[in-house]
């Protein structure tokens, strides 16, 4: 690895925080589900631990960071999910490891694997069954038609892993697939896409805890600590994202469940929450602090609902959200949700207001904040490219609510420059005064009189299909021309784009223009069928034949879709002057 470019401990001030170490050749990629401070070998100090995704050619990784340095790295064999770190029970003396990838939670005790947890699957549609028993039986396969099927299930139930890799495999590689798979059973197996902890009876930091998955199918299923059994399976409708759970499971607790398609859920007492909280924009991250409910969006914002959803402020941020994380602080009994920008920015936010602003260096995409050893807390940031800045709250730290200016804006209290007013001004003061209803009368005619004169062209272009776009028969057309060239020889292009959802067959395009001035090679042009979306270009060629004079006439563009005799749309292209030939002697 190439050097590092440190900075000694306690050496830069920010505010609350203490610079401790920056690394940009860290190369740490990983997300903020995948990030943890803890004791994992019992040594009384914290460690770094981070699920690192593969680059080109590599493998996923656990790796276990002291002070910015690589102490232990653990090969994987799949992408990691998330990871958390929990004890078993309360006279353990090594926390557990807890790593989900696929369907499966895999437990490692002082690094090293002890257990798997893998996820029941989930039935098979009886439609799809039939379809691979039917392949099955038959000795020769049509895979168009078997495509064809496939794809047609697809839009009404979710498929199996099976049948999702063979519509991706190309026609050449799906017969070899199918030869090697089709004697097999066919099974659906859950993908894990979030991991959390909740404690199990007593909220304490070395108080056994539950591992708490979400998967792809909506299933959030509750783990015991102890030997990884199913306590709680709760069904949502929606792809969980995003997990925050709070509270003790065997006594209260709270889950609040994010999907894909901008809603969150609540679990409570073990069974679904009637109360939906829906949001404007894709959720980044969620969390439950004290009785509000924070929610980090795309679209720049940070929302806080009651338990109700009941909105109860948003805040804008100044660059794109790119991570969320938990804050908890006990010396000051703090709880918030920390959200890390674009800009580099990592911004404390409570129930309330945001507490702090964190600068650094390069946009941030994950971050963790906890206990370090013997009072210390600290934070760790990874950035887009890998890069790892490790800050240290700085003793006697006060994480006050920042003010937030409130009233109207400054601009509001400078006085404006009012000129005196001019005799000119005074005159035409009593001349609207004097001739009020006057005035008021030839308005309103004036104004009936542009609403008639709109009207009319509207009714106009549409008799003479003279709108830049038009619809018939189901089909949407947008015509445009162009003219290249300075004469007597001009090059006409137009250009036909549908836009709507439906194929256009047979469009022809007629060329009308003032036969004594202008020569058209092709007034006729043809095109056999137009895809939506797709821009269509035709070109042909003008000739000016008024080689004296300097004149310019409009051509018409007429689109027809047969078997219409009106012209779908037309287009009127001004023809430029065509400056005359020069001969050179």
């Not at 199913?230 to 469940?257: E, M, Q, T, W, Y």
Request: charged share 20%; aromatic share 6%; hydrophobic share 40%.
């Amino acid at each position: 690895m190439a050097a590092k470019q440190t900075l000694k401990p306690g050496k830069v001030e920010e505010g609350n925080w203490n610079h401790i170490l920056q690394d940009p050749l860290a190369e740490l990629r990983t997300f903020s589900q995948n990030i943890a401070l803890a004791d994992i070998d019992g040594s009384g100090e914290s460690k770094i631990i981070l699920g690192v995704h593969p680059l080109q050619d590599t493998s996923p990784e656990i790796k276990i960071l002291t002070g910015g340095t690589v102490v232990k790295a653990v090969p994987f064999s799949a992408p990691i999910a998330g990871l958390a770190v929990i004890y078993q029970a309360p006279d353990a003396n090594l926390p557990v490891l807890a790593v989900s990838a696929g369907d499966s939670v895999f437990a490692f005790k002082n690094l090293n694997p002890f257990h798997k947890f893998t996820l029941p699957p989930l039935p098979v549609p009886a439609t799809e069954q039939d379809v691979w028993v039917a392949v099955r039986n038959d000795e020769n396969i049509d895979h168009d038609a078997l495509s064809h099927t496939l794809q047609d299930l697809a839009l009404g139930q979710t498929l199996s892993s099976r049948s999702i890799h063979y519509l991706g495999l190309s026609p050449t590689d799906r017969p070899a697939f199918v030869e090697q798979v089709k004697d097999l059973p066919i099974t659906r197996q859950p993908v894990i896409t979030t991991m959390a902890t909740i404690h199990k009876n007593v909220v304490e930091e070395r108080a056994p805890a539950c591992c708490v998955v979400g998967t792809e199918d909506g299933s959030v299923v509750v783990l015991n600590p102890s030997n990884f059994a199913v306590l709680l399976s709760v069904k949502v409708p929606g792809s969980v994202c995003h997990l925050s759970c709070a509270g003790s499971f065997d006594v209260d607790h709270r889950i609040l469940v994010s999907t894909r398609d901008n809603k969150i859920y609540t679990i409570k007492g073990g069974r679904l929450a009637d109360n939906v909280i829906t949001l404007p924009s894709m959720i980044l991250g969620c969390g439950r602090v004290l009785k509000s409910v924070l929610v980090v969006c795309k679209n720049q914002f940070v929302y806080a609902y009651n338990t109700k959803g009941k909105r109860l402020w948003q805040a804008k941020l100044p660059a794109d959200p790119l991570a969320v994380a938990p804050f908890t602080y006990k010396p000051k009994l703090l709880r918030g949700l920390m959200v890390g920008l674009s800009n580099g920015d990592v911004r404390l936010y409570n129930d309330t207001t945001l507490l702090d602003v964190i600068p650094s260096d390069f946009p941030v995409v994950a971050m963790a904040f906890g206990h370090v050893f013997r009072g210390t807390y600290a934070l760790a940031i990874v950035g887009t490219a890998g890069e790892l800045t490790l800050k240290r709250v700085r003793k006697g730290a006060e994480f006050a609510p920042h003010a937030v200016k409130q009233g109207p804006p400054p601009e509001q209290n400078i006085r404006i420059n009012v000129p005196s007013k001019t005799q000119l001004y005074l005159d035409q003061t009593q001349r609207e005064r004097d001739n009020a209803v006057a005035m008021h009368r030839a308005f309103q005619r004036d104004l009936y009189m542009l609403q008639l004169n709109i009207a009319r062209s509207y009714v106009q272009a549409i008799n003479k299909s003279l709108a830049p776009d038009a619809q018939c028969q189901d089909v949407q057309l947008q015509v445009g021309a162009q003219v290249q060239g300075i004469g007597p020889r001009f090059k006409l292009s137009i250009t036909i784009q549908n836009i709507s959802r439906k194929l256009a067959k047979h469009l022809r395009i007629t060329i009308h223009c003032d036969n004594s001035m202008y020569d058209v090679d092709d007034p006729v042009l043809t095109l056999s069928a137009a895809a939506p979306g797709i821009v269509y270009r035709k070109t042909t060629f003008v000739q000016y034949l008024l080689e004296d004079e300097l004149v310019a006439s409009p051509i018409t563009a007429h689109v027809f879709l047969p078997p219409a005799v009106r012209p779908v749309v037309t287009a009127v292209i001004d023809m430029p002057i065509a400056e005359p030939l020069l001969s050179v002697r």
